[in-house]
């Protein structure tokens, strides 16, 4: 089984210049969520999706843009990227989360933006 | 939204000594405890969790329990090995009325000397 599928694995943008991360689960899970990942940080949460169609903040959406238009796919914009946005993203995916609560990760996606 | 302290930050132990990560929530409606580790270059993957309706759960060399009176639970690895080398989180929440409170801890860094 594929699991959550994160396209692309790494990109480097210049300031300014936009770009597209594509999650894609294959487990018919409702809910699906952008993370960031920064050294001694931790995971912070960007945008969710709790079903096709809908979307939310999270803790750090400023700056970010994104899209559930199929259930199994979860897109995140940068309009505009800027240095700060340099980081790895993951995408990870989960049933309601009155069930388990288990988030099911991708393998991350290495963004650099000069 | 939650608070979540993660500690230590980095723990360095011998192989087949034991370690122990402690988390520290602040949201008493928390009732689903999570560990993930995250090896180099992946996504966090779920190694153990316990449900706010039991103390100690086991799983071959890791453990966790809870105490949810004093708002923490630990993740406990025996026997440690080079493999267990990794990043691990802990991610308290309230199942469904998390939604996007979903909060990770800092990460702890552990390192298992051959």
């Known amino acids: 089984n594929a699991g959550v599928t994160q396209t692309p694995k790494f990109r480097v943008l210049k300031t300014g210049q936009s770009m597209t991360l594509l999650c894609a689960q294959d487990?018919?899970?409702?809910?699906m969520y952008w993370y960031r990942q920064d050294p001694g940080m931790g995971l912070r949460l960007i945008h969710y999706?709790?079903?096709?169609?809908?979307?939310a903040k999270g803790e750090v959406p400023d700056g970010y843009n994104v899209s559930r238009l199929k259930k199994q796919n979860f897109l995140l914009g940068l309009e505009s990227a800027a240095p700060s946005q340099t980081s790895v993203y993951f995408c990870?995916?989960?049933?309601?989360?009155?069930?388990?609560?288990?988030?099911?990760f991708g393998e991350g996606s290495r963004l650099t933006v000069l | 939204g939650e608070n979540v302290e993660q500690h230590p930050s980095t723990l360095s132990v011998q192989e087949g000594d034991s370690a122990v990560i402690k988390c520290t929530y602040s949201d008493s409606a928390s009732n689903y405890f999570p560990w993930y580790k995250q090896e180099l270059g992946k996504g966090p993957q779920l190694i153990i969790d316990i449900r706010s309706n039991v103390g100690e759960k086991k799983d071959q060399r890791i453990a966790v329990t809870l105490n949810k009176t004093a708002k923490h639970f630990s993740l406990h690895i025996t026997e440690t090995q080079p493999e267990d080398s990794a990043v691990y989180f802990c991610?308290?929440?309230?199942?469904?009325?998390?939604?996007?409170?979903?909060?990770f801890g800092q990460g702890t860094i552990l390192t298992v000397h051959p």
């Open positions: 487990m018919n899970h409702e809910y």
């Open positions: 990870a995916s989960s049933w309601v989360l009155g069930n388990t609560g288990e988030l099911f």
């Open positions: 991610e308290p929440n309230a199942g469904g009325t998390s939604y996007g409170k979903l909060t």
């Open positions: 999706s709790v079903g096709e169609g809908t979307t």
